[in-house]
């Protein structure tokens, strides 16, 4: 019997199903996958409830539900003052992983290279493996994890089709500059290539750093996929709604494969995400200003436990480098961690191709309750140096 395909080969579990099993196993803290341990706001679950008990659980349409898509347009207008369709332009997803799974699948044929930031988000390596694709990292280096724009150009090939971006950056927490993105364009214009741009963190962005979707530049708008969720937004990480917004030929590729993916992406959820979008400005400031502090909390504690930490400008993490306190290796220190004094924390080389980059880095989630970073810095400052 044949169990498994040539397909997912090499992919393993992936490294946050396994970090936070072990986090369940030995009663760990987790700050290791990211997802935030209060509830999003509770209109917004009275939506989905109403939802629920008022019908909405039928199909919905393939781009998924009118109200939400239109939502999506009035978020891309209200925040970067891009122009999409509602009917042609955006399609909803079950989450962003659908939408990057269904972007590479209806646009990436075999031997097509894609160019990805290192240290990359995992469900990319692996949808690129099953896409056929042959990826081409461009490597992020502390401290600041700058993009080095002279590999990126030298990473283009002739069989490059695209650029699979992510900003703000999950594990490093930096943000592409105007500057970057300014050279990111050139060359996706240049070489024809299609960018997917996968901005889940946009609004999660601190000390005043603004997020910049690549579609805003100049000559970029008909050659991107903007990709995002409001699972990171609205701290509802579980209900798997993302969408991607982009020119009628690129998301009609998307389409094309995520009606044979899902087909469409449930219901009920739809309209409350809608009501969400239509927030007010106050919403997205606290919530930034409410990260920003539990970043600094997490930051301050880790830099005292004697690690070097790379505070970020965006998202739910924080990287540190190991070796200050003697450490070498990120999925050793990761795998000794739980046991030894109950915190969960990921090692960023399973995300590189050049693992020894990633090796001495480990990222923590900040999207926890203050008091629960306060412990877990208290157990954390209980590691044995000798280890
Ligand atoms: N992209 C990045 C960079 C992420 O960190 C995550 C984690 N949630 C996702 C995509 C997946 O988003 P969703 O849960 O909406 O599928
Ligand atoms: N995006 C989150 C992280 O990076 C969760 C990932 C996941 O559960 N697939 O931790």
């Given at each position: 019997m044949k169990t498994s395909s040539a397909r997912i080969a090499g992919l393993g579990t992936?490294?946050?199903?396994?970090?936070?099993?072990?986090?369940?196993?030995?009663?760990?803290?987790?700050?290791?996958?990211?997802?935030?341990?209060?509830?999003?706001?509770?209109a917004v679950v009275e939506r989905a409830v109403d939802?629920?008990?008022?019908?909405?659980?039928?199909?919905?349409p393939g781009s998924g539900v009118p109200e939400l898509r239109r939502a999506?347009?009035?978020?891309?207008?209200?925040?970067?003052?891009?122009?999409?369709?509602?009917?042609?332009e955006v399609a909803v997803t079950t989450g962003a992983t659908e939408a990057v799974a269904a972007a590479l699948l209806g646009l990436i044929d075999e031997g097509d290279e894609v160019?990805?930031?290192?240290?990359?988000?995992?469900?990319?390596v692996a949808m690129l493996q099953m896409a056929g694709a042959v990826?081409?990292?461009?490597?992020?280096?502390?401290?600041?994890?700058?993009?080095?724009?002279?590999?990126?150009?030298?990473?283009?090939?002739p069989r490059t089709t695209?650029?699979?971006?992510?900003?703000?950056?999950?594990?490093?927490?930096?943000?592409?500059?105007?500057?970057?993105l300014e050279a990111i364009a050139e060359i996706a214009i240049e070489h024809d290539l299609v960018v997917i741009s996968d901005e889940v963190y946009e609004h999660l962005t601190f000390d005043g750093v603004a997020h910049i979707p690549i579609a805003t530049l100049p000559g970029m708008a008909e050659r991107t996929l903007t990709i995002s969720s409001g699972g990171k937004t609205f701290s509802f990480t579980g209900w798997k709604i993302g969408w991607a917004t982009g020119p009628a030929e690129l998301i009609n590729a998307l389409l094309g494969s995520k009606q044979f993916l899902t087909y469409t992406s449930g219901s009920p959820l739809q309209p409350a995400i809608a009501h969400a979008l239509g927030s007010d400005d106050?919403?997205?400031?606290?919530?930034?200003?409410?990260?920003?502090?539990?970043?600094?909390?997490?930051?301050?504690?880790?830099?005292r436990i004697g690690l070097e930490v790379f505070v970020p400008a965006g998202t739910y993490f924080a990287t540190t480098?190991?070796?200050?306190?003697?450490?070498?290796?990120?999925?050793?220190?990761?795998?000794?961690?739980?046991?030894?004094?109950?915190?969960?924390?990921?090692?960023?080389?399973?995300?590189?191709?050049?693992?020894?980059?990633?090796?001495?880095?480990?990222?923590?989630?900040?999207?926890?309750?203050?008091?629960?970073?306060?412990?877990?810095?208290?157990?954390?400052?209980?590691?044995?140096?000798?280890?």
């Open positions: 992936t490294i946050f199903a396994e970090m936070s099993a072990e986090a369940v196993r030995t009663g760990s803290i987790n700050l290791g996958q990211g997802f935030p341990d209060t509830d999003g706001p509770s939802a629920l008990r008022g019908g909405r659980n039928q199909y919905a999506i347009a009035a978020h891309q207008l209200r925040f970067y003052g891009l122009s999409v369709d509602p009917d042609t160019i990805v930031l290192e240290p990359y988000y995992d469900s990319y990826r081409r990292p461009v490597t992020l280096r502390a401290p600041d994890f700058r993009l080095p724009v002279e590999e990126l150009r030298a990473a283009v090939s695209a650029v699979l971006l992510n900003s703000p950056h999950n594990p490093t927490g930096s943000v592409l500059t105007h500057e970057e106050d919403f997205f400031a606290s919530l930034r200003a409410q990260l920003q502090a539990q970043r600094d909390l997490l930051c301050d504690g880790l830099a480098d190991i070796r200050p306190l003697g450490f070498e290796d990120g999925v050793d220190f990761c795998r000794m961690l739980p046991e030894r004094v109950g915190v969960v924390a990921i090692p960023h080389q399973v995300f590189y191709d050049h693992v020894e980059v990633g090796r001495p880095l480990v990222r923590w989630a900040f999207c926890k309750r203050p008091e629960v970073l306060m412990e877990a810095l208290d157990r954390l400052a209980t590691l044995p140096p000798d280890l």
